[in-house]
């Protein structure tokens, strides 16, 4: 299983709830379309920090997801224009333990 970690922020409290909302909705319903999609963790920091973690059974499902550079960060206008700083990039990880597998 691939971990895939990507951060951003929004710029007020407003932003980060209408982000929050996007994700649970949009996001999740696309991610859910993808085959190999795993699940995925929504982390909300102070000051409208964002971490998503995303679980894909392999890096071919995360190419699905993200496109021919897998480190791209994935994200759509709308989401954009509720974030005042995204990360450019995600991270990926091989899941050794957790409480999923």
């Known amino acids: 299983m691939i971990a895939r970690l990507w951060s951003a922020r929004a710029a007020s409290t407003e932003d980060a709830d209408a982000y929050q909302d996007h994700f649970a909705g949009e996001v999740l319903d696309q991610l859910g379309k993808i085959p190999g999609f795993e699940g995925a963790f929504l982390l909300r920091g102070e000051h409208g920090e964002f971490v998503t973690m ?48």
Request: net charge negative; aromatic share 6%; glycine share 4%.
């Open 54 to 101: 995303t679980l894909f059974e392999s890096m071919d499902a995360v190419r699905d997801f993200a496109g021919d550079d897998p480190a791209q960060a994935n994200v759509t206008g709308p989401a954009r224009a509720m974030l005042s700083e995204v990360d450019e990039r995600a991270r990926h990880f091989t899941v050794v333990l957790s409480p999923l597998i």
